[in-house]
């Protein structure tokens, strides 16, 4: 099998972790690094690739098999647009754009060039995720009925010093973090339809917010409650429980995720299922049986990377599409309408 050279285009925060996955694989090799400064010139010949100033440079003087872009969202559209047009299959980071408009625009400039482009929500290769669906898609917990989630967490004061932009209007946590969980909750529970929300940033006291309280309407009826929070000293969120990201302290006993049906309920990711004794019907009176499930844990970057070498080599499409990622920002966007409105805030869906 050929070795395929991807290309890293913007090495920050999450941009050296798609580097390190790269060079940790065996399937692929960097081909570049593209930064606006020379500050990662050591890197990249650490690496011993080219460094390039801007994504044109090198698109004039290479054709990689695959490119990351790992850069601020602002870049995201038109960065990705000038890849689909030289015709190289992209990894794009979430958000998929920085609105709902700009992202339109991109997925209509997939369907027009068929190159393929995968969204960088990473948790949609966890193998956690993988299981909860496969337990949720198997019927035993009956019909879904309600789910209630957490993502709190406390970000240091530093996070805020290192960059402004993160103190102003969008770049709290509805965007930056929810969008994540909004991803999550799709795969598990199906289309979000309808949501209310209430934002406070009575700690800090920036004009971002800091705490968000929501309520969801899925498709299918169910009903879901969410708390969203980065000045929380609180160890249930996604990376403090699932312990896939390494660089987070680690809860494994703490849930972020329980979902309830009408046979049984399931919490996340500690893989608790309690269910009714087949044969019963379901009472408070009666006990529930318990099975834990367990799982092998993997990198969910790693199993991204080798997801997207297999959309390169067009042995599969994105696992999370163009379309994929709009419908998680409209959720997102429909979060802080319902913020700023205090109005109950319809969704629509695009389709594939
Ligand atoms: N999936 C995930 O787990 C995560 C995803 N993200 C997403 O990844 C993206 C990057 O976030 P993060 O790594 O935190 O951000 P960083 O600011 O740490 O990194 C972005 C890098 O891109 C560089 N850059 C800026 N403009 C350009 C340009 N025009 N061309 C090439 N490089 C450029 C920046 O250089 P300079 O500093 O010199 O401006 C910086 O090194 C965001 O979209 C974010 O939402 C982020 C974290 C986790
Ligand atoms: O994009 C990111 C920002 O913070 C998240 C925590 O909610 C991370 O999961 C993610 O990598």
Known sequence: MTVLKIAVVGAGLIGKAHIQTIVNSSECCLAAIVEPSDSVGELAAQHGVPHFLCLQDLLDAAHPDGLILATPNQFHVSQAGFCLNAGIPTLLEKPVAINCEEGLQLAAQVRRTGIPLLVGHHRAHSAIMARACAIVASGQLGQLVSMMGSAQFPKPADYFLEALWRSQAGGGPILINMIHEVHNLRMLMGEITHVQAMSSSVVRGMPVEETVSMSLRFASGALGTFLLSDVAASSHSWEQTSGENPAYARYPDNDCYFIAGT????????????????????????????????????????????????????????????????????????????????ALVELEQTHD
């Open 263 to 342: 046979r049984g309920s399931l919490s996340i990711p500690t893989m608790r299922i309690r269910r009714c004794i087949e044969g019963q019907n379901a009472s408070w009176w009666d006990p529930l049986e318990q099975e834990i499930v367990t799982l092998d844990s993997i990198d969910p970057l790693m199993s991204q990377l080798a997801h997207f070498l297999q959309v390169i080599r067009g042995k599969v499409s994105p696992a999370v599409s163009v379309v994929d990622g709009l419908n998680n920002l409209r959720v997102v966007e429909a979060i802080a309408q319902a913020v700023q409105t205090g």
